[in-house]
């Protein structure tokens, strides 16, 4: 069965440095998404994303965080000066059609430590 | 907003006991509701769904019955077995987010099953 497959599985960072998360969608999706859980709260929507463009982002998603498709496969999200509270469990998430129940399939997650 | 509320966890249980994990949302219109499992180093998975008031879901001998009159997606099962320890999530997506089919999800409930 086709996969989310996400890339780092862990990543440790400092305070300050720029992250790249990686995801690679199952390939006849067409709508994207990131969450995030941080340890022991709930798992959090950060965005969604379709025909190369945002289609809703959270309060959580602010300057800080992008998202591109850069290549028709990866889809990445970007931190580009994480802080200690960015470090969480993120979710990379993919669907067909966001149409009536719909489900989302989720990749493994990357955990991410800031230090 | 939209909101689900989960039986706060953990939760252990000898196996071939009877499971209830309770679940209950807040939401305008009508939702399409999920369980979701996250087995250890795993992604999150779809368990089961509903998109109607009165609908049935049902996998792997796990139920939950969309209850409108009391928002309700109790995930139940009658006979667990150690292989179902894993965290349990319930969410739902919302038709009147406008095709956007961003899921709002519960805490999580840990579920260990003790042979």
């Given at each position: 069965?086709?996969?989310?497959?996400?890339?780092?599985?862990?990543?440790?960072?400092?305070?300050?440095?720029?992250?790249?998360?990686?995801?690679?969608?199952?390939?006849?999706?067409l709508y994207f998404?990131?969450?995030?859980?941080?340890?022991?709260?709930?798992?959090?929507?950060?965005?969604s994303f379709y025909n190369n463009e945002i289609s809703?982002?959270?309060?959580?998603?602010?300057?800080?965080?992008?998202v591109e498709r850069p290549d028709g496969?990866n889809f990445?999200?970007?931190?580009?000066?994480?802080?200690?509270?960015?470090?969480?469990?993120?979710?990379?998430?993919?669907?067909?059609?966001?149409?009536?129940?719909?489900?989302?399939?989720?990749?493994?997650?990357?955990?991410?430590?800031?230090? | 907003?939209?909101?689900?509320?989960?039986?706060?966890?953990?939760?252990?249980?000898?196996?071939?006991?009877?499971?209830?994990?309770?679940?209950?949302?807040?939401?305008?219109?009508?939702?399409?509701?999920?369980?979701?499992?996250?087995?250890?180093?795993?992604?999150?998975?779809?368990?089961?769904?509903?998109?109607?008031?009165?609908?049935?879901?049902?996998?792997?001998?796990?139920?939950?019955?969309?209850?409108?009159?009391?928002?309700?997606?109790?995930?139940?099962?009658?006979?667990?077995?150690?292989?179902?320890?894993?965290?349990?999530?319930?969410?739902?997506?919302?038709?009147?987010?406008?095709?956007?089919?961003?899921?709002?999800?519960?805490?999580?409930?840990?579920?260990?099953?003790?042979?």
């Open positions: 069965e086709p996969e989310v497959t996400q890339t780092p599985s862990h990543q440790v960072t400092q305070m300050g440095q720029e992250v790249i998360l990686r995801c690679v969608p199952i390939s006849n999706h998404y990131w969450y995030r859980q941080i340890l022991g709260q709930k798992v959090e929507f950060l965005v809703e982002k959270s309060e959580i998603f602010d300057d800080q965080f992008s496969s990445t999200l970007k931190i580009r000066s994480t802080k200690l509270e960015d470090s969480a469990m993120y979710f990379c998430a993919s669907t067909v059609s966001p149409v009536g129940g719909s489900p989302l399939h989720f990749g493994n997650g990357t955990r991410l430590t800031v230090t | 907003g939209d909101s689900v509320t989960q039986m706060e966890g953990p939760v252990t249980l000898s196996e071939e006991a009877f499971l209830t994990i309770n679940c209950t949302y807040t939401a305008t219109g009508y939702p399409s509701l999920f369980w979701y499992v996250q087995y250890p180093g795993e992604g999150l998975q779809l368990l089961l769904k509903a998109t109607k008031a009165d609908d049935k879901g049902s996998n792997k001998g796990f139920e939950a019955t969309y209850r409108k009159e009391t928002t309700s997606f109790h995930l139940e099962k009658g006979s667990v077995q150690v292989s179902d320890s894993a965290v349990y999530f319930c969410a739902l997506t919302n038709p009147s987010n406008f095709g956007n089919e961003k899921l709002t999800f519960g805490t999580g409930t840990r579920l260990t099953i003790i042979p």
